[in-house]
């Protein structure tokens, strides 16, 4: 299994919205509905912010959304705080229970 | 609250076996709902899926990895652990314990370096 494919950097200006792609195949990303978005902030652990596409555990801002069209899927982070400077990882169920990563993206806010 | 602890060396030699522990408090590895899983990051780059392990102790692992890892559970001790055999400094990383709920890790461990070295 490959990883999925990301941009390596995203930015934007406070208050602003960006969207993080997240690419795979018809045998990942395509297949499941099962696209996971975590942020990791430098020297902490992945923290989750949407599972499930287009889901968000209690406690995420509703800043944040997810959304999938064919085997790519997206995150997008609106009216955006200098706190969502982070690094963004997507992930994908790529069948019989395998998991694969994307390589992640560093969001700067400008 | 479910938290998590990853324990172990944070040194191993080069060919040797490296070993850690995740410790699961506020929760149970033989809770049927959740797998528990093991992923890495190496220093500067992304993370890579190493495996899971179910209550039931059946495990699944990423296949460019599977021929050197095993990961088993201690329902007594409410714990699950890795073995990654046969080290080379690639294997150097934050090895990070998760919880995992339809393929989402939900609580994450603090994450605990490992060095590969001689």
């Known amino acids: 299994q490959s990883a999925l494919t990301q941009p390596p950097s995203a930015s934007g200006s406070p208050g602003q919205s960006v969207t993080i792609s997240c690419t795979g195949t018809s045998s990942d990303v395509g297949g499941y509905n099962y696209v996971s978005w975590y942020q990791q902030h430098p020297g902490k652990a992945p923290k989750l912010m949407i599972y499930?596409?287009?889901k968000r555990p209690s406690g995420v801002p509703d800043r944040f959304s997810g959304s999938k069209s064919g085997n790519t899927a997206s995150l997008t982070v609106s009216g955006l705080q200098a706190e969502d400077e982070a690094d963004y990882y997507c992930s994908s169920y790529a069948g019989s229970y395998n998991l694969v990563f994307g390589g992640g993206t560093k969001l700067t806010v400008l | 609250q479910v938290q998590l602890q990853e324990s172990g060396p944070g040194l191993v030699k080069p060919s040797e076996t490296l070993s850690l522990t995740c410790t699961v408090s506020?929760?149970?590895?033989?809770?049927?709902?959740?797998?528990w899983s093991w992923i890495r990051q190496p220093p500067g780059k992304g993370l890579e899926w190493i495996g899971f392990i179910y209550s039931s102790g059946s495990t699944n692992y990423n296949p460019s990895l599977k021929s050197r890892v095993t990961i088993s559970v201690d329902t007594s001790k409410n714990q699950f652990s890795l073995k990654v055999r046969s080290v080379t400094a690639a294997d150097t990383a934050v090895y990070y314990c998760?919880?995992?709920?339809?393929?989402?890790?939900?609580?994450w461990g603090q994450g605990t370096l490992v060095t590969v070295s001689s």
């Open positions: 499930e596409v287009i």
């Open positions: 506020g929760g149970s590895v033989s809770d049927s709902s959740h797998y």
């Open positions: 998760a919880r995992v709920v339809r393929a989402a890790g939900d609580y």
